[in-house]
DNA sequence: ATCCCCTGTTTCATTATTTGAACCACCGGT
DNA sequence: ACCGGTGGTTCAAATAATGAAACAGGGGAT
Protein backbone atom coordinates (compact mmCIF):
# COMPACT_ATOMS: atom_id res chain seq x y z
CA UNK A 1 0.00 0.00 0.00
CA UNK A 2 1.46 3.22 -0.98
CA UNK A 3 2.36 5.95 1.45
CA UNK A 4 -0.34 8.39 0.00
CA UNK A 5 -2.87 5.87 0.78
CA UNK A 6 -1.50 5.68 4.52
CA UNK A 7 -2.50 8.61 5.51
CA UNK A 8 -5.67 8.77 3.43
CA UNK A 9 -6.53 6.07 6.40
CA UNK A 10 -5.46 7.95 8.86
CA UNK A 11 -8.52 11.16 8.04
CA UNK A 12 -10.77 8.62 7.93
CA UNK A 13 -10.05 6.79 11.19
CA UNK A 14 -10.75 10.64 12.22
CA UNK A 15 -13.93 10.69 10.55
CA UNK A 16 -15.11 7.45 12.02
CA UNK A 17 -13.89 8.63 15.79
CA UNK A 18 -16.06 11.36 15.90
CA UNK A 19 -13.96 13.39 18.23
CA UNK A 20 -10.49 14.00 18.17
CA UNK A 21 -8.20 11.64 19.13
CA UNK A 22 -4.43 11.39 20.24
CA UNK A 23 -1.47 10.52 18.47
CA UNK A 24 -1.00 6.97 20.20
CA UNK A 25 -4.43 6.15 20.04
CA UNK A 26 -4.09 6.63 16.01
CA UNK A 27 -0.74 4.84 15.49
CA UNK A 28 -2.76 1.59 17.38
CA UNK A 29 -5.99 2.09 15.20
CA UNK A 30 -4.33 2.65 11.98
CA UNK A 31 -1.50 -0.40 13.32
CA UNK A 32 1.42 2.13 12.50
CA UNK A 33 4.50 3.39 14.54
CA UNK A 34 4.10 6.26 16.15
CA UNK A 35 6.55 8.23 14.60
CA UNK A 36 5.08 7.25 10.77
CA UNK A 37 2.07 7.83 12.21
CA UNK A 38 2.93 11.92 13.51
CA UNK A 39 4.75 12.66 10.52
CA UNK A 40 1.85 11.32 8.08
CA UNK A 41 -0.70 13.60 10.82
CA UNK A 42 1.58 16.76 10.47
CA UNK A 43 1.88 16.60 6.77
CA UNK A 44 -1.59 16.34 6.56
CA UNK A 45 -2.19 19.13 8.95
CA UNK A 46 0.61 21.75 7.05
CA UNK A 47 -2.06 20.95 4.20
CA UNK A 48 -4.81 21.66 6.42
CA UNK A 49 -6.89 18.39 6.33
CA UNK A 50 -6.67 17.93 9.47
CA UNK A 51 -5.83 19.67 12.46
CA UNK A 52 -4.26 19.62 15.72
CA UNK A 53 -5.57 21.20 18.67
CA UNK A 54 -2.28 22.98 20.38
CA UNK A 55 -3.88 22.39 24.22
CA UNK A 56 -4.67 19.32 23.76
CA UNK A 57 -2.79 17.85 21.25
CA UNK A 58 -5.76 15.99 19.64
CA UNK A 59 -6.08 15.56 15.58
CA UNK A 60 -9.47 16.19 14.10
CA UNK A 61 -10.73 16.65 10.44
CA UNK A 62 -9.34 20.36 9.38
CA UNK A 63 -10.45 22.94 7.46
CA UNK A 64 -9.88 21.78 3.76
CA UNK A 65 -11.80 19.21 3.75
CA UNK A 66 -14.76 21.86 3.96
CA UNK A 67 -13.38 23.54 1.36
CA UNK A 68 -12.82 20.57 -0.78
CA UNK A 69 -16.46 19.28 -0.42
CA UNK A 70 -18.05 22.68 -1.32
CA UNK A 71 -15.63 22.64 -4.44
CA UNK A 72 -17.04 19.14 -4.98
CA UNK A 73 -20.42 20.08 -4.40
CA UNK A 74 -20.55 22.44 -6.96
CA UNK A 75 -19.70 20.56 -9.78
CA UNK A 76 -21.37 17.93 -9.02
CA UNK A 77 -24.66 18.41 -6.79
CA UNK A 78 -26.39 15.36 -6.48
CA UNK A 79 -27.12 16.48 -3.28
CA UNK A 80 -29.00 18.89 -4.11
CA UNK A 81 -31.17 16.99 -6.73
CA UNK A 82 -31.60 14.28 -4.50
CA UNK A 83 -32.74 15.74 -0.96
CA UNK A 84 -36.33 17.03 -2.57
CA UNK A 85 -36.88 12.94 -3.99
CA UNK A 86 -35.62 11.61 -0.77
CA UNK A 87 -38.32 14.20 1.34
CA UNK A 88 -41.02 13.66 -1.01
CA UNK A 89 -40.73 9.76 -0.73
CA UNK A 90 -40.29 9.93 2.94
CA UNK A 91 -43.57 11.94 3.22
CA UNK A 92 -45.24 9.66 0.97
CA UNK A 93 -44.00 6.22 2.88
CA UNK A 94 -43.77 7.50 6.27
CA UNK A 95 -40.66 5.56 6.17
CA UNK A 96 -36.93 6.52 6.75
CA UNK A 97 -35.58 7.03 3.28
CA UNK A 98 -32.25 8.19 2.04
CA UNK A 99 -29.46 7.87 -0.27
CA UNK A 100 -26.26 7.08 -0.75
CA UNK A 101 -23.05 7.98 -3.36
CA UNK A 102 -20.70 5.37 -4.70
CA UNK A 103 -17.32 6.21 -3.13
CA UNK A 104 -14.49 4.25 -3.17
CA UNK A 105 -15.48 0.82 -3.14
CA UNK A 106 -19.45 1.08 -1.25
CA UNK A 107 -21.65 3.17 -1.08
CA UNK A 108 -21.76 6.19 1.89
CA UNK A 109 -25.09 7.54 2.81
CA UNK A 110 -25.24 11.05 2.46
CA UNK A 111 -28.69 11.92 3.32
CA UNK A 112 -31.61 10.44 5.33
CA UNK A 113 -34.69 11.49 6.51
CA UNK A 114 -35.82 9.44 9.54
CA UNK A 115 -39.38 7.97 9.72
CA UNK A 116 -42.08 9.50 12.01
CA UNK A 117 -43.04 6.21 13.73
CA UNK A 118 -41.61 4.88 17.15
CA UNK A 119 -39.90 1.93 15.52
CA UNK A 120 -38.04 3.18 12.69
CA UNK A 121 -34.58 2.83 11.11
CA UNK A 122 -31.67 5.04 11.92
CA UNK A 123 -28.80 5.58 9.44
CA UNK A 124 -25.80 6.97 11.04
CA UNK A 125 -24.75 9.61 8.35
CA UNK A 126 -21.51 8.82 6.14
CA UNK A 127 -22.09 5.44 7.13
CA UNK A 128 -20.82 2.52 4.57
CA UNK A 129 -23.28 0.03 2.97
CA UNK A 130 -21.77 -2.76 1.13
CA UNK A 131 -22.42 -4.00 -2.10
CA UNK A 132 -23.28 -7.15 -1.84
CA UNK A 133 -25.60 -6.81 1.28
CA UNK A 134 -27.81 -4.54 1.31
CA UNK A 135 -30.88 -2.90 -0.90
CA UNK A 136 -28.57 0.02 -1.88
CA UNK A 137 -25.90 -2.32 -3.47
CA UNK A 138 -28.28 -4.33 -5.24
CA UNK A 139 -29.66 -1.70 -7.09
CA UNK A 140 -26.49 -0.09 -7.85
CA UNK A 141 -24.66 -3.14 -9.43
CA UNK A 142 -28.06 -3.76 -11.05
CA UNK A 143 -27.29 -0.31 -13.05
CA UNK A 144 -23.50 -1.53 -13.47
CA UNK A 145 -21.69 -3.12 -16.15
CA UNK A 146 -20.75 -6.90 -15.72
CA UNK A 147 -17.89 -6.38 -15.85
CA UNK A 148 -18.07 -4.19 -12.49
CA UNK A 149 -20.52 -6.86 -11.02
CA UNK A 150 -17.77 -9.90 -11.47
CA UNK A 151 -14.95 -7.44 -10.14
CA UNK A 152 -17.20 -7.28 -6.97
CA UNK A 153 -17.83 -10.53 -7.23
CA UNK A 154 -14.26 -11.37 -6.55
CA UNK A 155 -14.41 -9.97 -3.25
CA UNK A 156 -14.94 -11.99 0.24
CA UNK A 157 -18.59 -11.98 0.62
CA UNK A 158 -19.00 -10.91 4.68
CA UNK A 159 -21.71 -12.57 5.72
CA UNK A 160 -23.73 -9.84 8.41
CA UNK A 161 -26.70 -12.19 8.76
CA UNK A 162 -28.12 -15.88 7.68
CA UNK A 163 -29.83 -14.19 4.72
CA UNK A 164 -26.65 -12.21 3.63
CA UNK A 165 -25.46 -13.54 -0.35
CA UNK A 166 -22.28 -15.71 0.22
CA UNK A 167 -21.17 -16.45 -3.29
CA UNK A 168 -20.75 -14.89 -6.16
CA UNK A 169 -23.74 -17.29 -7.81
CA UNK A 170 -26.28 -15.88 -5.25
CA UNK A 171 -24.97 -12.08 -5.40
CA UNK A 172 -25.80 -12.61 -9.29
CA UNK A 173 -29.22 -13.87 -9.12
CA UNK A 174 -30.63 -11.22 -6.85
CA UNK A 175 -28.73 -8.56 -9.55
CA UNK A 176 -30.43 -10.66 -12.54
CA UNK A 177 -33.48 -9.95 -10.24
CA UNK A 178 -33.49 -6.34 -9.07
CA UNK A 179 -32.41 -5.85 -12.88
CA UNK A 180 -35.61 -7.78 -14.41
CA UNK A 181 -37.83 -5.68 -11.39
CA UNK A 182 -36.84 -2.21 -11.54
CA UNK A 183 -35.84 -1.95 -8.07
CA UNK A 184 -34.18 -4.20 -5.44
CA UNK A 185 -35.25 -5.80 -2.48
CA UNK A 186 -33.37 -6.63 0.88
CA UNK A 187 -34.64 -9.16 3.38
CA UNK A 188 -32.55 -8.28 6.57
CA UNK A 189 -29.32 -8.93 4.41
CA UNK A 190 -27.04 -6.44 6.33
CA UNK A 191 -28.82 -6.12 9.32
CA UNK A 192 -31.75 -8.37 11.33
CA UNK A 193 -35.20 -7.00 11.39
CA UNK A 194 -33.97 -4.38 8.49
CA UNK A 195 -35.71 -4.83 4.77
CA UNK A 196 -35.39 -2.43 2.73
CA UNK A 197 -36.10 -1.56 -1.07
CA UNK A 198 -33.71 0.58 -3.43
CA UNK A 199 -33.01 1.88 -7.27
CA UNK A 200 -30.03 3.47 -8.39
CA UNK A 201 -29.57 7.05 -9.68
CA UNK A 202 -27.64 7.44 -12.57
CA UNK A 203 -25.54 10.23 -13.55
CA UNK A 204 -24.17 11.49 -16.72
CA UNK A 205 -23.22 8.91 -19.62
CA UNK A 206 -26.25 6.48 -17.67
CA UNK A 207 -23.25 5.27 -15.37
CA UNK A 208 -24.88 4.72 -11.72
CA UNK A 209 -23.60 6.88 -9.19
CA UNK A 210 -25.46 6.15 -6.04
CA UNK A 211 -29.34 5.00 -4.81
CA UNK A 212 -32.33 5.95 -2.80
CA UNK A 213 -33.43 3.65 -0.93
CA UNK A 214 -36.85 3.00 1.46
CA UNK A 215 -35.51 1.12 4.72
CA UNK A 216 -38.05 -0.21 7.04
CA UNK A 217 -38.52 -2.58 10.05
CA UNK A 218 -39.17 -5.97 9.31
CA UNK A 219 -42.20 -6.00 10.99
CA UNK A 220 -44.21 -3.74 8.83
CA UNK A 221 -43.40 -5.28 5.63
CA UNK A 222 -45.81 -7.33 3.61
CA UNK A 223 -44.95 -8.62 -0.17
CA UNK A 224 -48.10 -5.31 -1.13
CA UNK A 225 -45.92 -3.20 0.62
CA UNK A 226 -43.03 -3.75 -0.65
CA UNK A 227 -44.58 -4.04 -4.35
CA UNK A 228 -45.88 -0.43 -3.30
CA UNK A 229 -42.82 1.07 -2.04
CA UNK A 230 -40.44 -0.50 -4.63
CA UNK A 231 -42.41 0.78 -7.67
CA UNK A 232 -42.41 4.52 -6.05
CA UNK A 233 -38.42 4.20 -5.28
CA UNK A 234 -37.85 3.22 -8.66
CA UNK A 235 -39.88 6.40 -10.14
CA UNK A 236 -38.43 8.86 -8.00
CA UNK A 237 -34.87 7.60 -8.93
CA UNK A 238 -35.63 7.16 -12.53
CA UNK A 239 -36.62 11.45 -12.35
CA UNK A 240 -33.60 12.13 -10.35
CA UNK A 241 -31.31 10.31 -12.99
CA UNK A 242 -33.49 12.53 -15.62
CA UNK A 243 -32.61 15.23 -14.34
CA UNK A 244 -28.50 14.51 -13.92
CA UNK A 245 -28.89 12.64 -17.29
CA UNK A 246 -27.07 14.27 -20.35
CA UNK A 247 -26.48 17.16 -19.30
CA UNK A 248 -23.16 16.53 -18.89
CA UNK A 249 -22.54 17.25 -15.39
CA UNK A 250 -18.66 16.69 -15.26
CA UNK A 251 -17.36 19.29 -18.42
CA UNK A 252 -14.83 17.73 -21.07
CA UNK A 253 -11.35 18.45 -20.84
CA UNK A 254 -10.71 18.25 -24.60
CA UNK A 255 -12.27 20.67 -26.64
CA UNK A 256 -15.83 18.99 -28.34
CA UNK A 257 -14.94 17.48 -31.61
CA UNK B 1 8.30 17.56 0.29
CA UNK B 2 6.82 14.35 1.40
CA UNK B 3 4.73 11.86 -1.01
CA UNK B 4 1.64 12.75 0.63
CA UNK B 5 1.77 16.70 0.04
CA UNK B 6 2.67 16.07 -3.19
CA UNK B 7 -0.54 13.93 -3.98
CA UNK B 8 -2.70 16.87 -2.08
CA UNK B 9 -1.39 19.39 -4.03
CA UNK B 10 -2.79 17.46 -6.84
CA UNK B 11 -6.11 17.78 -5.36
CA UNK B 12 -5.29 21.39 -4.81
CA UNK B 13 -4.78 21.54 -8.78
CA UNK B 14 -8.38 20.19 -9.52
CA UNK B 15 -10.29 21.90 -7.31
CA UNK B 16 -8.53 25.37 -8.59
CA UNK B 17 -9.06 24.08 -12.21
CA UNK B 18 -12.99 24.28 -11.56
CA UNK B 19 -12.76 21.19 -14.45
CA UNK B 20 -11.38 17.80 -14.91
CA UNK B 21 -7.93 17.81 -16.04
CA UNK B 22 -5.87 14.98 -18.19
CA UNK B 23 -2.56 13.56 -17.18
CA UNK B 24 -0.15 15.17 -19.03
CA UNK B 25 -1.88 18.06 -18.12
CA UNK B 26 -1.82 17.68 -14.34
CA UNK B 27 1.80 16.14 -14.40
CA UNK B 28 2.72 19.45 -16.36
CA UNK B 29 0.89 22.21 -13.53
CA UNK B 30 2.58 20.08 -11.23
CA UNK B 31 5.91 19.20 -12.43
CA UNK B 32 5.96 15.61 -12.08
CA UNK B 33 7.01 13.06 -14.17
CA UNK B 34 3.62 11.56 -16.24
CA UNK B 35 4.59 8.74 -14.20
CA UNK B 36 4.49 9.86 -10.57
CA UNK B 37 1.94 12.16 -11.16
CA UNK B 38 -0.82 8.88 -12.21
CA UNK B 39 0.67 7.15 -9.87
CA UNK B 40 -0.66 9.34 -7.22
CA UNK B 41 -3.75 10.13 -8.86
CA UNK B 42 -4.47 6.39 -9.37
CA UNK B 43 -4.04 6.17 -5.03
CA UNK B 44 -6.32 9.27 -4.78
CA UNK B 45 -9.03 7.87 -6.66
CA UNK B 46 -8.91 4.54 -4.90
CA UNK B 47 -9.84 6.28 -2.25
CA UNK B 48 -12.92 8.34 -3.64
CA UNK B 49 -10.49 11.76 -2.83
CA UNK B 50 -10.78 11.94 -6.86
CA UNK B 51 -12.48 10.45 -9.67
CA UNK B 52 -11.22 9.76 -13.35
CA UNK B 53 -14.32 9.46 -16.00
CA UNK B 54 -14.05 6.74 -18.02
CA UNK B 55 -14.63 8.10 -21.22
CA UNK B 56 -12.77 10.94 -21.15
CA UNK B 57 -10.15 10.08 -19.05
CA UNK B 58 -10.03 13.37 -17.07
CA UNK B 59 -9.72 13.99 -13.32
CA UNK B 60 -12.03 15.87 -11.07
CA UNK B 61 -12.78 15.94 -7.27
CA UNK B 62 -14.12 12.61 -5.99
CA UNK B 63 -17.23 11.96 -3.65
CA UNK B 64 -14.80 11.57 -0.72
CA UNK B 65 -14.24 15.21 -0.30
CA UNK B 66 -18.01 15.89 -0.03
CA UNK B 67 -18.35 12.95 2.77
CA UNK B 68 -15.36 14.57 4.75
CA UNK B 69 -16.25 18.07 4.58
CA UNK B 70 -19.71 17.31 5.96
CA UNK B 71 -18.26 14.91 8.17
CA UNK B 72 -15.79 18.26 9.77
CA UNK B 73 -19.07 20.91 9.36
CA UNK B 74 -20.97 18.36 11.96
CA UNK B 75 -17.95 19.02 14.43
CA UNK B 76 -17.45 22.60 14.07
CA UNK B 77 -20.26 24.48 12.18
CA UNK B 78 -18.69 27.29 11.34
CA UNK B 79 -20.59 28.01 8.53
CA UNK B 80 -24.10 28.06 10.15
CA UNK B 81 -23.18 30.49 13.13
CA UNK B 82 -21.20 32.76 10.54
CA UNK B 83 -23.39 32.92 7.47
CA UNK B 84 -26.73 34.84 8.95
CA UNK B 85 -23.88 37.50 10.42
CA UNK B 86 -22.80 37.68 6.91
CA UNK B 87 -25.69 37.98 5.35
CA UNK B 88 -27.01 41.30 8.35
CA UNK B 89 -23.44 43.08 7.88
CA UNK B 90 -24.45 42.89 3.72
CA UNK B 91 -27.92 44.28 4.36
CA UNK B 92 -26.95 46.78 6.79
CA UNK B 93 -24.22 47.83 4.65
CA UNK B 94 -25.01 47.30 1.12
CA UNK B 95 -21.41 46.48 0.24
CA UNK B 96 -19.89 43.16 -0.49
CA UNK B 97 -19.45 40.80 3.03
CA UNK B 98 -17.48 37.87 3.32
CA UNK B 99 -15.99 35.73 5.95
CA UNK B 100 -12.54 33.18 5.52
CA UNK B 101 -11.71 30.22 7.50
CA UNK B 102 -7.50 29.42 8.63
CA UNK B 103 -6.36 26.74 6.21
CA UNK B 104 -3.13 25.43 5.79
CA UNK B 105 -1.35 28.91 6.04
CA UNK B 106 -3.77 31.36 4.56
CA UNK B 107 -6.78 32.64 4.63
CA UNK B 108 -9.68 30.72 2.64
CA UNK B 109 -13.45 32.41 1.66
CA UNK B 110 -16.01 30.16 2.73
CA UNK B 111 -18.87 32.63 2.20
CA UNK B 112 -19.84 35.74 0.95
CA UNK B 113 -22.59 38.03 0.30
CA UNK B 114 -21.99 40.12 -2.84
CA UNK B 115 -23.24 43.91 -3.12
CA UNK B 116 -26.16 44.93 -4.82
CA UNK B 117 -24.51 47.99 -6.67
CA UNK B 118 -23.34 47.93 -10.13
CA UNK B 119 -19.88 48.48 -8.63
CA UNK B 120 -19.33 45.88 -6.68
CA UNK B 121 -16.35 43.84 -5.46
CA UNK B 122 -16.76 40.03 -5.89
CA UNK B 123 -15.06 37.37 -4.47
CA UNK B 124 -14.33 33.95 -5.86
CA UNK B 125 -15.61 30.29 -3.74
CA UNK B 126 -12.29 29.41 -1.89
CA UNK B 127 -10.11 32.12 -3.28
CA UNK B 128 -7.10 32.12 -0.79
CA UNK B 129 -6.06 35.84 0.95
CA UNK B 130 -2.50 36.13 2.05
CA UNK B 131 -2.18 36.99 5.81
CA UNK B 132 0.40 40.17 5.40
CA UNK B 133 -1.84 42.17 2.33
CA UNK B 134 -5.17 41.70 3.34
CA UNK B 135 -7.96 42.93 5.57
CA UNK B 136 -8.66 39.93 6.82
CA UNK B 137 -5.01 38.77 7.06
CA UNK B 138 -4.14 41.61 9.17
CA UNK B 139 -7.42 41.19 11.73
CA UNK B 140 -6.51 37.50 12.19
CA UNK B 141 -3.01 37.99 12.84
CA UNK B 142 -3.97 40.49 15.58
CA UNK B 143 -6.18 38.26 17.05
CA UNK B 144 -3.22 35.76 17.31
CA UNK B 145 0.24 34.79 19.50
CA UNK B 146 3.10 36.92 18.90
CA UNK B 147 4.64 33.96 17.85
CA UNK B 148 2.70 33.15 15.06
CA UNK B 149 2.95 36.71 13.60
CA UNK B 150 6.57 36.39 13.63
CA UNK B 151 6.27 33.06 11.79
CA UNK B 152 3.92 35.03 9.24
CA UNK B 153 6.77 37.68 9.19
CA UNK B 154 9.65 35.59 8.27
CA UNK B 155 8.18 34.42 4.99
CA UNK B 156 8.58 36.21 2.00
CA UNK B 157 5.82 39.43 1.25
CA UNK B 158 4.35 39.53 -1.99
CA UNK B 159 3.90 42.67 -2.93
CA UNK B 160 0.62 42.98 -4.66
CA UNK B 161 0.05 46.91 -5.12
CA UNK B 162 2.08 49.75 -4.21
CA UNK B 163 0.74 49.63 -0.41
CA UNK B 164 1.40 45.97 -0.04
CA UNK B 165 3.38 46.25 3.06
CA UNK B 166 6.79 44.87 1.90
CA UNK B 167 8.67 44.38 5.01
CA UNK B 168 8.08 42.81 8.95
CA UNK B 169 8.07 46.28 10.85
CA UNK B 170 5.54 47.37 8.19
CA UNK B 171 3.49 44.68 8.90
CA UNK B 172 3.94 44.83 12.69
CA UNK B 173 2.73 48.39 12.87
CA UNK B 174 -0.66 47.39 11.16
CA UNK B 175 -1.00 44.41 13.82
CA UNK B 176 -0.77 46.75 16.45
CA UNK B 177 -2.94 49.45 15.15
CA UNK B 178 -5.68 46.97 14.31
CA UNK B 179 -5.46 45.47 18.17
CA UNK B 180 -6.05 49.26 18.92
CA UNK B 181 -8.54 49.88 16.54
CA UNK B 182 -10.70 46.80 16.96
CA UNK B 183 -11.05 45.85 13.56
CA UNK B 184 -8.51 45.89 11.00
CA UNK B 185 -8.03 48.13 7.42
CA UNK B 186 -6.72 47.51 4.23
CA UNK B 187 -6.42 49.73 1.71
CA UNK B 188 -5.92 48.48 -1.78
CA UNK B 189 -3.26 45.84 -0.48
CA UNK B 190 -3.77 43.17 -2.37
CA UNK B 191 -5.73 44.81 -5.89
CA UNK B 192 -5.90 48.05 -6.84
CA UNK B 193 -9.29 49.52 -5.92
CA UNK B 194 -10.53 47.65 -3.30
CA UNK B 195 -10.52 48.53 0.20
CA UNK B 196 -11.90 46.47 3.34
CA UNK B 197 -12.35 46.43 6.86
CA UNK B 198 -12.25 43.14 8.55
CA UNK B 199 -12.57 41.72 12.10
CA UNK B 200 -11.43 38.06 13.57
CA UNK B 201 -13.62 35.78 14.61
CA UNK B 202 -12.76 33.67 17.78
CA UNK B 203 -13.32 29.96 18.30
CA UNK B 204 -12.76 27.45 21.35
CA UNK B 205 -10.22 28.71 23.84
CA UNK B 206 -9.94 32.39 22.16
CA UNK B 207 -8.15 31.39 19.42
CA UNK B 208 -9.29 33.24 15.69
CA UNK B 209 -10.63 30.46 12.98
CA UNK B 210 -11.19 32.86 10.77
CA UNK B 211 -12.57 36.45 9.54
CA UNK B 212 -15.31 38.27 8.48
CA UNK B 213 -14.95 41.78 6.07
CA UNK B 214 -16.46 44.18 3.82
CA UNK B 215 -14.90 44.76 0.36
CA UNK B 216 -15.89 48.54 -1.23
CA UNK B 217 -14.62 49.91 -4.55
CA UNK B 218 -12.26 52.20 -3.00
CA UNK B 219 -13.95 55.11 -4.73
CA UNK B 220 -16.78 54.76 -1.91
CA UNK B 221 -14.63 55.03 0.61
CA UNK B 222 -14.50 57.79 3.38
CA UNK B 223 -12.88 58.19 6.66
CA UNK B 224 -16.22 57.98 8.28
CA UNK B 225 -17.34 54.83 6.28
CA UNK B 226 -14.29 53.19 7.13
CA UNK B 227 -15.23 53.91 10.84
CA UNK B 228 -18.44 52.97 10.71
CA UNK B 229 -18.03 49.67 8.90
CA UNK B 230 -15.27 48.87 10.94
CA UNK B 231 -17.40 49.10 14.30
CA UNK B 232 -19.99 47.30 12.13
CA UNK B 233 -18.05 43.84 11.40
CA UNK B 234 -16.10 43.95 14.61
CA UNK B 235 -19.37 43.62 16.87
CA UNK B 236 -20.80 41.44 14.46
CA UNK B 237 -17.81 39.53 14.30
CA UNK B 238 -17.17 39.41 18.66
CA UNK B 239 -21.29 38.60 18.51
CA UNK B 240 -20.24 35.54 16.60
CA UNK B 241 -17.08 34.55 17.86
CA UNK B 242 -19.11 34.65 21.57
CA UNK B 243 -21.46 32.11 20.15
CA UNK B 244 -18.26 29.85 19.19
CA UNK B 245 -16.86 30.50 22.62
CA UNK B 246 -16.20 28.57 25.10
CA UNK B 247 -18.60 26.10 23.89
CA UNK B 248 -15.88 23.75 23.32
CA UNK B 249 -16.55 23.17 19.90
CA UNK B 250 -14.05 20.63 19.98
CA UNK B 251 -14.56 17.59 22.37
CA UNK B 252 -11.66 16.84 24.91
CA UNK B 253 -10.08 13.23 23.73
CA UNK B 254 -9.14 13.09 27.18
CA UNK B 255 -11.37 11.91 30.15
CA UNK B 256 -12.05 15.48 32.14
CA UNK B 257 -10.09 15.51 34.96
C1' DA C 1 -3.11 7.20 -46.60
C1' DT C 2 0.84 8.81 -44.28
C1' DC C 3 3.09 11.38 -41.10
C1' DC C 4 3.37 13.85 -36.87
C1' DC C 5 2.34 15.13 -32.38
C1' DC C 6 0.08 14.60 -28.30
C1' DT C 7 -2.36 11.58 -25.55
C1' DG C 8 -2.20 7.68 -21.65
C1' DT C 9 0.29 3.57 -20.03
C1' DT C 10 3.99 0.33 -18.50
C1' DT C 11 8.58 -0.99 -17.05
C1' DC C 12 12.71 -1.03 -14.15
C1' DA C 13 17.24 0.43 -12.42
C1' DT C 14 18.31 4.36 -9.64
C1' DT C 15 17.37 7.18 -5.91
C1' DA C 16 15.38 9.27 -2.15
C1' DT C 17 11.94 8.55 1.14
C1' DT C 18 9.75 6.08 4.54
C1' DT C 19 10.17 3.16 8.40
C1' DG C 20 10.37 1.80 13.39
C1' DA C 21 13.11 0.53 17.41
C1' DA C 22 15.05 2.98 20.83
C1' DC C 23 15.15 7.01 23.36
C1' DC C 24 13.80 11.40 25.80
C1' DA C 25 10.76 14.47 28.37
C1' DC C 26 6.55 15.07 30.50
C1' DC C 27 2.26 14.30 33.15
C1' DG C 28 -0.99 12.03 36.57
C1' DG C 29 -1.97 8.42 39.71
C1' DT C 30 -0.36 5.08 43.12
C1' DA D 1 9.97 8.02 43.99
C1' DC D 2 8.04 4.97 41.02
C1' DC D 3 5.21 3.47 37.19
C1' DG D 4 2.51 3.54 33.08
C1' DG D 5 0.88 6.25 30.02
C1' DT D 6 1.27 10.23 26.87
C1' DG D 7 3.61 13.09 22.68
C1' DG D 8 7.79 13.84 20.41
C1' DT D 9 12.65 12.87 18.26
C1' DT D 10 16.53 10.39 16.03
C1' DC D 11 19.02 7.69 12.53
C1' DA D 12 20.64 3.43 10.18
C1' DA D 13 18.19 0.07 7.47
C1' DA D 14 14.66 -1.15 4.44
C1' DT D 15 11.41 0.10 1.30
C1' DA D 16 8.80 2.72 -1.69
C1' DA D 17 8.88 6.57 -4.98
C1' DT D 18 10.96 8.28 -9.08
C1' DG D 19 11.47 9.37 -14.07
C1' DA D 20 13.67 8.28 -18.51
C1' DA D 21 12.54 5.51 -22.02
C1' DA D 22 9.72 2.91 -24.83
C1' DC D 23 4.93 1.47 -26.36
C1' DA D 24 0.22 1.98 -28.04
C1' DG D 25 -3.43 4.66 -29.76
C1' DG D 26 -6.01 8.63 -31.53
C1' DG D 27 -6.71 13.05 -34.11
C1' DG D 28 -5.37 16.51 -37.23
C1' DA D 29 -2.86 18.21 -40.89
C1' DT D 30 -0.41 17.53 -45.05
Redesign the interface.
Known amino acids: M ?4 K ?2 GL ?1 ELL ?1 ES ?5 LS ?1 IARLAGFDKATAR ?2 LL ?2 A ?4 IEQ ?4 R ?1 Y ?17 PL ?1 RAIQPAVRALAEQTGETVHAT ?4 GSL ?1 S ?1 FAVESGKANRVILE ?2 QKLPLHATASGYAFLAASTEAFVESVCRREFEAFTPTTPTDSKALMDIVTATRERGYSISNQSMEEGVSSVAAAIRGA ?1 G ?1 PVGTMAIAMPASRVTPEIVRAHGELVRKSAAQVSARLFGKST ?5 KAS
Open positions: GTVSALIRGHPLGERLELANGYDEDSGALGPALQMLGRARENRFNEYCAAIHGGKVQPFR
